[in-house]
């Protein structure tokens, strides 16, 4: 199959466009390699693709509405797997219209493309952030998600809801995938798990929020991949042909017992930082997957200190720590 996949140099991308390409669909991976983390990262991960003669590289903003009509008109696509998007909760108090242009605007051109030559099914990634900080846990997709607590979160409900227009009103095949917490890898920069590696490793402090108080359903990448394309290969049928799915490893781990875990890989102590919640942070995330399970006979399940274990390996290899 052709799939385009948008994102292709971000940390879910990569992952899910290498694991495309070994079961041998052909590629076209679309980024934009924004600077908001490292870009040396981005080339890298894209090395890891571009060994592979199915994958092709198109280097675009998918805020242009031009540059993504051209490559739909080039190409007649099986599937688009989206998932280019402006990350990141904190960030968006900083940079808000960041956030506007790559998810609200972004997405709404991928919706027109997908429009005007329709695929035979586009998969997005929304996320857990949509929740909100709902009390009711585990968090399930029947929950009504009104009431975001950041832009990065109401963006993410928003391409919900754009994506079920879309999809009443043209009968194209739309799937959401909230996504929890996701670590491994080859992971972004900006998240605890790098954060905190390169803390432990340096000898500098972490910032633990909320006083350490904090529950989080850590996902590894490679359940987070599986799922993807499980999903991406399943478009739905119903009228309208939407669907909404949790990912997650439906096994919340307080804050503490994951920085004892890392330190077990690193081999090393962190020293801690006691830290305020931050605005837009939740105090737990924790999925339930019964409809995922229900629909593709797989639910993420790699235990944290097996998937930390991998990560820490690829941390000292790919930073060159000893």
């Known amino acids: 199959m052709k799939i385009l996949v948008t994102g292709v140099a971000g940390f879910i991308g990569m992952h899910c466009a290498k694991r495309l390409l070994a079961r041998g669909d052909e590629i076209i991976g679309v980024d934009n390699l924004s600077n908001y983390y490292s870009v040396a990262l981005k080339r890298d991960r894209l090395g890891q693709l571009e060994r592979d003669k199915g994958f092709r590289f198109l280097h ?34 900083e ?67 754009m994506a079920h227009a879309y999809a009443q009103l043209y009968g194209l095949p739309m799937t959401g995938l909230r ?8 992971g972004r920069p900006d998240m605890s798990p790098m954060l905190f590696a390169r803390a432990i490793m340096e000898g500098r402090p972490i910032q633990v929020f909320n006083n350490g108080d904090m529950r989080r359903d850590f996902t590894y990448i490679d359940d987070i991949v599986e799922g993807t394309l499980r999903v991406l290969d399943l478009p ?33 102590k962190a020293i801690t930082e006691p830290r305020p919640m931050q605005p837009g942070d939740v105090k737990a995330t ?10 593709i006979g797989f639910e993420p399940s790699t235990p944290l200190d097996d ?16």
């Open 179 to 186: 996504y929890f917490t996701v670590y491994g890898p080859w």
């Open 236 to 268: 739905p049928s119903d009228r309208p042909p939407y669907r909404i799915y949790n990912i997650g490893n439906h096994q919340p781990v307080a804050l503490t017992d994951y920085i004892a875990a890392l330190e077990r890989c690193l081999g090393r």
């Open 307 to 322: 998937g930390l274990a991998r990560f820490a390996k690829w941390f000292r290899e790919y930073y060159g720590f000893a």
């Open 95 to 161: 940079n808000p219209q960041a956030y506007v242009q790559a998810n609200l605007v972004g997405f709404a051109n991928v919706l027109e493309a997908c429009r005007h030559r329709p695929p035979g099914h586009l998969v997005f990634a929304s996320s857990s952030s949509v929740y909100g900080d709902n009390p009711r846990l585990p968090w399930s997709e029947a929950e009504r998600v009104d009431h975001p607590i950041s832009l990065y979160a109401a963006t993410k409900k928003s391409n919900e809801l």
């Open 60 to 93: 675009l903003d998918i805020t242009s509405p031009e540059g993504l009509a051209r490559t739909f008109a080039e190409t007649r696509l099986a599937a688009v797997l989206h998932l280019a998007a402006q990350p990141g909760v904190r960030y968006s108090l």
């Open 286 to 295: 924790y999925a339930d997957t019964a409809a995922l399970a229900a629909a």
